[in-house]
C-alpha cells in the first residue's frame, strides 16, 4: 500500500485510512515503518495519526457504534439515547464490550440532522432513534452476526 | 414498457430503510412480473416523507411516502406503478407545497436526476454551463462569477469571484482548486445532499473553476462521516472521465482538469481552509496563519480556489443562464439563492433553497411545520455550533448575511437547528465550550486553554456556585477567546455563549446552589 501511493502528493493521511481500512487501527509499530517510507519524522507521524478523532491506537470491537452529540440530536434527545446505548452495550465512550463485538464512539455530526438523532453503525447511518428502536436495531444485528 | 420507480440512495433516506424498501420494491416486482427500473436518485429535501418513493407517470412524478419495506406489497396491490391511489400517497412530487414555492437553482437536479449519470445529468440541462465557459476568456468567467454576486456559503461569506480573480492574477505554472466539503456544523446537510444526490454539478463547478484560474488539478477534501457521499462522488467522477468531462481533454477542448476525492479524519476544524489545506497536504490539521492568503500561497504553497461544496455547486448555472439572473434573486448585498436546512426539533425538516429575504418565521412554522415534539420553539441556533442562538422575539429576522448581523447572529452555512421549551441554555453554553475543547487544534492558546476553562467555569454556573463573580469570569474569557484566537474555532465559540446569556439569562442565574 505505501509502495502505490507514496508518491502521490500529501499522501500520508490516505495512507493511514488504507491501514485503518486494512488492520482496524493504526498500530504503533507502523509508525516508524511510515516515518522511513516516507522521510519524516516519527514525532510527524505520531503528531498526524494522534491529531484526527477518527484514527485508532488500538483494535476496536467488530462493530463500531457511533452516537451524534452535537446540537441537532441534542434537541431531540440525543442525550438520553447515549445514556440507553451506554447502559445497553455496558461500556462508556471509547471502550469496547466484553465479548469484543462492538466499540462506542461519539461522533460530532453525521449530517442527518433532519431525522435527529442519528448514530452509525459501521458505515450504516441510521435516523429518529429512540431508546426503543435502539433496541430493535441491536435485536436485529444480534440476528445478524 | 419498462417503468421508472425512484428510490432515494440519500443517506437520510437509507438511514430510515431506503435500502430495505429497494430491495422489497425489486422482489416483489419479480414476483408479480412487473416491468420496473429503480432509479437510486438523490433526496427532494422532504425528509418527514423519507423514504419517499416516486413513480414517473404521465401526469409526471408522483409521491409515497413515508414507506417502509412492509408498505410494499400494498403499495403494488393498488398499482402504485401506475399511479395508484393508496393511503400513503401524496400526488405529484413538484406540486406538494414544500417543494412548489421554493426557488431550486443550485438544487434544481437534486433528487431528481440519476446521481451519477452523465447522460441523464445533460439531459436535464447539465454541463451548459462549461459549454459557455469553454467559448469565454478566462478574465470573463471570473467577471461572471463576481457579477453573479455570489458569496462563500461556507460559513465567511467571502465574495467568490475576488477569490477566483487573485488566483487568477498569480502568474505561476501550478495552481490548484480545492472543494472544502468538511461539512461539520450541527444542522447543516446540504452539501451532502448535492454530493450525494447531484455531484456532477459539483464536479462541472470545479472544472469550470480550474479552467477559469488555470489550475489542472481539483481535490475534494471531504469528511470521513460521509462514506456514502464518497461512494457517490467516486462513481460520478469516475463516469466523467468516462464521458471526457474530466481529465486531458475536457469536452474535446484540448484543455485539461483532473479531480479525485480525499477523505479526512474526523476534525472539525478542517473545516477551516488553511487546515483543510494542512490537512490535504497530509499533516495535522492545524491552523496557518494568514497572511499569506491560500489564493496567493495555499496547497503545497501555490496558489489556490478553497470554496464550498454549494459555492461551487452554484457556478454552473451562474455560467449557463448569465450573471443576472442568478443576482436578480436576493436581496441588498445578498444575491442569489440560499439552500437553508431545517434541523433538530421541527416538524418538517429538510432542504428549502429560496432567494435570500425569507424570515425565520416563515421557515420555521410555514415550512418547518412547528416543533417536532409539538411544544413551544424556545430558541434555534443558526449556522453551527459557533452560531448564536436566537430568542423567539426575534423570529421575525430575515435569514440573510446583514440582517443576522445585525442581530448579532451568523448566517454561516445556512443550517437551522430547533429546540423546544424543554431545552436547558446553560448546557448549551456550557456544550458550546465542550466542543471547542474537543475539537481545538490547539495552535493558539486561547482556543485551546479557554475552552477548557470555559467548561470549568459553565460547570460552576450550572452547580449554581459564586453565580454573579462566574459570569463575569465568563464574559472575560469569552472577550479573550474572540479577540485572540487565531480562526473561527475559538474566536466564534464565545458566540453561542454569550447569545444565550444574553436572552436566556434566567437559565444562568436560577441555579440552586449546591
Not at chain 2, 433526496?43 to 413515508?66: C, D, I, K, N, Q
Not at chain 2, 456550557?430 to 485551546?448: N, V
Not at chain 2, 459570569?471 to 455563549?497: D, K, N, R
Request: aromatic residues 8%; charged residues 20%; negative net charge.
Amino acid at each position: 500500500m505505501v509502495a502505490t501511493l507514496r508518491t502521490r502528493p500529501g499522501a500520508l493521511l490516505e495512507i493511514l485510512h488504507g491501514v485503518q481500512t486494512e488492520l482496524g487501527f493504526i498500530p504503533p509499530a507502523a509508525v516508524p515503518v511510515l516515518a522511513q517510507e516516507l522521510n519524516l519524522s516519527r514525532a510527524e507521524v505520531h503528531g498526524v495519526v494522534t491529531f484526527y478523532h477518527y484514527f485508532r491506537h488500538s483494535a476496536p470491537g467488530r462493530h463500531t457504534v457511533r452516537v451524534c452529540q452535537a446540537e441537532a440530536c441534542q434537541s431531540m434527545g440525543a442525550e438520553q439515547l447515549t445514556e440507553h446505548v451506554k447502559k445497553s452495550l455496558g461500556v462508556d465512550f471509547h471502550e469496547t464490550t466484553a465479548d469484543g463485538r462492538f466499540t462506542l464512539e461519539p461522533v460530532y455530526c453525521l449530517g442527518n440532522c433532519a431525522c435527529s438523532p442519528a448514530l452509525m453503525r459501521d458505515e450504516d447511518l441510521f435516523g429518529r432513534v429512540t431508546p426503543a428502536r435502539f433496541d430493535e436495531l441491536m435485536a436485529e444485528w444480534q440476528r445478524d452476526s | 414498457m419498462s417503468i421508472d420507480v425512484y428510490v432515494p440512495r440519500d443517506s437520510g433516506a437509507l438511514s430510515l430503510g431506503a435500502e430495505a424498501v429497494a430491495k422489497a420494491i425489486a422482489a416483489e416486482a419479480a414476483a408479480r412480473d412487473v416491468d420496473l427500473r429503480i432509479i437510486r436518485n438523490g433526496s427532494r429535501g422532504m425528509f418527514w416523507l423519507e423514504p419517499l418513493v416516486e413513480v414517473a407517470t404521465a401526469a409526471g412524478r408522483v409521491a409515497y411516502g413515508p414507506v417502509t419495506a412492509a408498505d410494499v406489497p400494498s403499495l403494488f396491490d393498488a398499482g402504485f406503478h401506475t399511479g395508484g391511489e393508496h393511503r400513503l400517497a401524496l400526488g405529484v412530487t413538484g406540486e406538494l407545497p414544500f417543494l412548489k414555492s421554493q426557488q431550486r437553482l443550485t438544487f434544481q437536479r437534486v433528487g431528481i436526476v440519476d446521481p451519477v449519470s452523465v447522460s441523464d445529468y445533460v439531459t436535464h440541462g447539465g454541463y451548459q454551463g462549461l459549454r459557455q465557459a469553454l467559448s469565454m476568456s478566462q478574465a470573463d468567467i471570473v467577471q461572471a462569477v463576481l457579477d453573479s454576486g455570489l458569496r462563500g456559503r461556507g460559513g465567511a461569506a467571502f465574495p467568490t469571484g475576488i477569490k477566483w480573480k487573485t488566483v487568477l492574477d498569480q502568474q505561476v505554472p501550478q495552481k490548484y482548486v480545492t472543494c472544502n466539503a468538511d461539512e461539520g456544523d450541527s444542522g447543516t446537510f446540504a452539501d451532502r445532499m448535492l454530493m450525494e444526490g447531484d455531484p456532477l454539478t459539483l464536479v462541472e463547478g470545479l472544472t469550470i473553476a480550474g479552467l477559469a484560474v488555470g489550475a489542472t488539478q481539483g481535490y475534494i477534501y471531504l469528511r470521513c462521516e460521509y462514506p456514502h457521499a464518497y461512494q457517490v462522488l467516486k462513481e460520478a467522477i469516475a463516469a466523467a472521465y468516462q464521458a471526457r468531462y474530466l481529465g486531458a481533454d475536457v469536452m474535446g477542448s484540448g484543455r485539461r482538469f483532473d479531480l479525485e476525492v480525499r477523505l479526512g479524519a474526523g476534525a472539525y476544524v478542517c473545516g477551516e481552509e488553511t487546515s483543510m489545506l494542512e490537512s490535504l497536504e497530509g499533516k495535522r490539521g492545524e491552523i496557518r496563519v494568514r497572511p499569506p492568503l491560500p489564493a496567493i500561497k495555499g496547497l503545497f504553497g501555490q496558489p489556490t480556489i478553497v470554496n464550498n461544496v454549494i459555492t461551487l455547486a452554484s457556478v454552473p448555472i451562474i455560467l449557463s443562464k448569465g450573471a443576472a439572473f442568478y443576482r436578480d434573486f436576493g436581496t441588498g448585498k445578498s444575491r442569489g439563492t440560499l439552500p437553508i436546512q431545517l434541523a433538530g426539533n421541527i416538524k418538517q425538516g429538510g432542504l428549502v433553497e429560496r432567494a435570500f429575504g425569507l424570515t425565520l418565521k416563515e421557515l420555521l412554522y410555514e415550512y418547518g411545520g412547528g416543533s417536532a415534539s409539538g411544544r413551544a420553539i424556545r430558541t434555534v441556533q443558526v449556522g453551527g455550533p459557533l452560531g448564536a442562538y436566537i430568542p423567539a422575539s426575534q423570529f421575525d429576522v430575515a435569514v440573510d448575511y446583514e440582517s443576522l448581523s445585525a442581530i448579532g447572529a451568523l448566517l454561516g452555512h445556512g443550517g437551522i437547528v430547533v429546540f423546544d421549551d424543554t431545552i436547558d441554555m446553560a448546557k448549551m453554553a456550557r456544550y458550546a465550550m465542550e466542543f471547542c475543547a474537543i475539537e481545538s487544534c490547539g495552535k493558539c492558546t486561547p482556543c485551546r486553554i479557554g475552552s477548557t476553562r470555559g467548561v470549568e467555569v459553565m460547570d460552576r454556573i450550572i452547580a449554581g456556585v459564586d453565580t454573579e463573580r462566574n459570569l463575569q469570569l465568563l464574559e472575560e474569557l469569552c472577550e479573550t477567546m474572540l479577540q485572540g484566537s487565531l480562526c473561527g474555532l475559538g474566536g466564534m465559540t464565545p458566540f453561542p455563549v454569550t447569545s444565550a446569556l444574553k436572552h436566556f439569562a434566567e437559565d444562568f442565574r436560577s441555579r440552586a446552589r449546591h
